[in-house]
């Protein structure tokens, strides 16, 4: 897969890309990551990238052309590599909800562009020309679209085949079967008084199973009733015992 953030910050988005688990990924060659500087596309002697918003109001909107521009350069270097057309997904608070769903949807491109807005936003006419998609990660305003763009990039590319140790281990946790997850415990067996839960100790795999799943069940209901109607209603045959 190979994904592009187009922004004001590269540098930020390209040190986050390539640190940790995704660096290492980066490095053998499982994904591809490019950062992509907007001012570099202006065709103004200021290399200005925002104006005054149309209709007045407070704060600058990003201009359409540098955007489109580079988002026609990359278009242009997936082609020469053989790809298909990339996906553009544009970050914004108005956006649909972001979830696992769509970062699983996501992580079937072959290619994806991922463009940032800064200040007021960004030009509208480039979102309707090249946007596929508008993603917001949650009901509140960030400062620009970099962060978003890294939750998105992030969870698109720990799904890519290699990224994580064992592919199972996506699976198993919070969001991909509908539930979040059973809570995890680590060394040593007694901390500051804090006991593990026996069953871990069993050694009893069906056991330890059995109990995660009540725990994953019970804590959605407690913690995320919405998602927990939605997982019984996918689930009819699911035992009354376990709901
Ligand atoms: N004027 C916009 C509004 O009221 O919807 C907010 C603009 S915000 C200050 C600047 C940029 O941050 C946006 O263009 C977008 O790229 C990004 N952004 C802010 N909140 C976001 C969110 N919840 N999800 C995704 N991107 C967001």
């Known amino acids: 897969m190979r994904i592009d953030i187009v922004t004001l910050f ?3 988005c390209d040190s ?3 640190a940790s688990i995704l660096g290492r990924a980066a ?7 490019h950062c992509h500087q907007i001012r570099d596309y202006t065709k103004n002697k200021q290399k200005q990238t925002d104006d005054y918003p149309y209709g007045g109001g407070c704060g600058m909107v990003l201009y359409a052309q540098p955007i489109a521009d580079c988002i026609r350069a990359v278009q242009a270097q997936c082609a020469e590599q053989g790809r298909p057309r990339p996906h553009v997904a544009f970050l914004t608070a108005a956006g649909a909800p972001y979830n696992e769903q769509t970062a699983r949807r996501l992580a079937t491109y072959d290619s994806l ?7 007021e936003g960004i030009d509208e006419r480039v979102i309707e020309a090249f946007g596929d998609e508008e993603i917001s990660i949650g009901d509140y305003v960030l400062t620009g679209g970099e962060l978003a763009s ?4 992030d969870s698109v590319l720990r799904l890519q085949p290699g990224v994580l140790a064992e592919e199972k281990g996506y699976q198993e946790e919070s969001y991909w079967d509908g539930l979040i997850e059973y809570p995890q415990y680590t060394r040593p067996e007694v901390w500051e008084g804090r006991a593990v839960p026996p069953v871990l100790l069993t050694g009893d795999h069906d056991k330890i199973d059995a109990w995660r799943g009540k ?8 913690r995320r009733p919405d998602l927990y109607d939605r997982w019984c209603r996918t689930h009819p045959l699911t035992p009354p015992s376990w709901k």
């Open 16 to 18: 986050f890309l390539h």
């Open 150 to 153: 890294l939750v998105v990039a």
């Open 27 to 33: 490095d053998k060659g499982l994904f591809e990551a």
């Open 215 to 222: 725990q994953s069940r019970a804590r959605t209901r407690a």
């Open 113 to 119: 562009i991922l463009v940032c807005g800064h200040y």
């Open 10 to 12: 590269p540098e930020l």
